[in-house]
């Protein structure tokens, strides 16, 4: 019978957990993600897109924090909530933010590169200028590969130019390639605006009606279109910035003192819990003993 009674007892315990198993389970997770937090970027480390809003990544924020909070995963989700902090603080303050994103090369808004696909890259440094070859004007005649092939490619299935690689041929190929352009589709542009007009220069899919589609279409004055894209991007982070400065800090000084309150009570608990445990144990009288 009391065999019978403790089996009942011990899979009861296995089913539900206990508190002190899923506090083990949460310290051992913290632990697996703040080793493999070191080298990951902010982005990374909140688990959020480049081009994620504050709302997104104060949600995000909120979630990890409540996950791996010190009295649920012990020291290490401490140390590992310190990372959250610094990676909140710069992410939800654009000027921090533009800061950050120009260090570890990302850039934001509808045209981020992982949605880019078609845009140049740089061969060696960045030059205060680069090239750009309108597509709505360009021929086909395909002189500028010609005289800088490494500088230029030609897409064949759109039937016009455009650089694939910035200053891939020397200075007087480059002069030449622009120069021999007839319709003088080839332009210099300062860098800033060139991932934004090669994204937009990109065929985008119409919306159509009926069985035969919408097609593809550009934008007819690519340069026109860049400058309203520009000014609508600014519109909102002006917006934004706006918003974050009303935004308090989501942990005051307080909340910090008592996350490393909570942190040391549980590196002293961990001991005395433990001896405390064993010593009830060992005096618990056993099944049939009477209590003096």
């Known amino acids: 019978m009391v065999r019978l009674i403790l089996k009942l007892l011990c899979s009861r315990w ?17 632990g697996e993600m703040l080793a493999t937090s070191m080298g990951k970027n902010y982005y990374e480390l909140l688990g959020v897109s480049v081009d994620s809003n504050a709302q997104k990544i104060k949600q995000a924020y909120r979630n990890l924090q409540k996950k791996y909070h010190p009295d ?37 808004g509808n045209y981020s590169s992982s949605s880019l696909g078609r845009t140049s890259s740089w ?24 005289h800088a092939s490494s500088t230029f490619i030609f897409d064949e299935a759109l039937g016009c130019a ?19 352009c007839p319709v003088n589709c080839i332009h210099w542009v300062e860098k800033e605006e060139l991932p934004v007009l090669e994204f937009l220069i990109q065929p985008q899919p119409k919306e159509g009606f009926g069985i035969f ?23 909102e982070n002006h917006g934004r910035n706006s918003r974050a400065s009303t935004v308090e800090e989501e942990e005051t000084p307080a909340q910090a003192k008592a996350r490393a309150d909570a942190s040391r009570k549980i590196n002293m608990e ?13 005096n618990k009288p056993f099944w049939g003993e009477k209590e003096e």
């Open 213 to 235: 589609g919408g097609g593809w279409e550009r934008p007819a004055n690519v340069f026109m279109a860049a400058k309203s894209f520009n000014k609508q991007t600014h519109n």
């Open 14 to 30: 296995r089913r539900q957990g206990s508190p002190a198993s899923r506090i083990r389970c949460g310290k051992r997770e913290a």
């Open 162 to 180: 455009r650089v694939k690689l910035q200053y891939g041929d020397d200075e007087q190929k480059i002069e030449v390639s622009v120069d021999s």
């Open 270 to 282: 961990a001991a005395s819990g433990l001896f405390s445990r064993f010593w009830q144990w060992q």
């Open 123 to 146: 061969n060696g440094p960045l030059r205060p200028q680069g090239l750009f070859v309108d597509e709505n004007a360009c021929i086909g005649c395909r002189e500028c590969v010609h």
């Open 72 to 108: 649920v995963a012990g020291q290490e989700g401490h140390e590992y909530t310190l990372k959250l902090n610094e990676a909140y603080k710069v992410l939800m303050r654009e000027n921090l933010r533009k800061e950050y994103d120009a260090s570890i090369g990302e850039m934001r």
